[in-house]
């Protein structure tokens, strides 16, 4: 392996890391949250409903968080087809010979 590769691998595992450690300290913050209330009741022997309120929006809201949203494709601009722009296709074709050939063109603004 050369250097630029070692360091692609090591770019990559650190990437892992962070993303995991993210959704760990994440994870941890809403058993901290959901503990609080828990605690109360147990060592106080009361409970406070603000505490209970705030703890369990605040896990609510950073579990809701963790969970990826999907992408929407939004087309930039009309669908070219070769049919209807021949020449634009055929210069296409010619720019990228001997590479690969894209499945769809967009025409964007």
Same mark, same amino acid.
């Given at each position: 392996m050369n250097r630029r590769s070692i360091s692609? &691998? &090591?770019?990559? &595992?650190? #990437?892992?890391?962070?993303?995991?450690?993210?959704y760990c300290l994440a994870i941890v913050m809403v058993i901290g949250l959901l503990y609080l209330?828990?605690?109360?009741?147990?060592? /106080?022997n009361r409970l406070h409903i603000k505490l209970v309120i705030f703890s369990l929006s605040g896990a609510l809201i950073i579990l809701w968080s963790l969970v990826p949203r999907r992408d929407q494709?939004? /087309?930039?601009?009309?669908?070219? &087809?070769?049919? #209807?722009?021949p020449t634009l296709f055929e210069a296409i074709s010619s720019v990228a /010979?001997?590479?690969?050939?894209?499945?769809?063109?967009?025409?964007s603004k």
């Open positions: 692609l &691998v &090591v770019r990559a &595992v650190l #990437t892992l890391c962070l993303m995991a450690g993210f209330p828990y605690a109360e009741v147990v060592y /106080a494709f939004h /087309a930039p601009g009309p669908l070219l &087809v070769k049919e #209807t722009q /010979a001997s590479e690969c050939h894209a499945r769809s063109i967009w025409c």
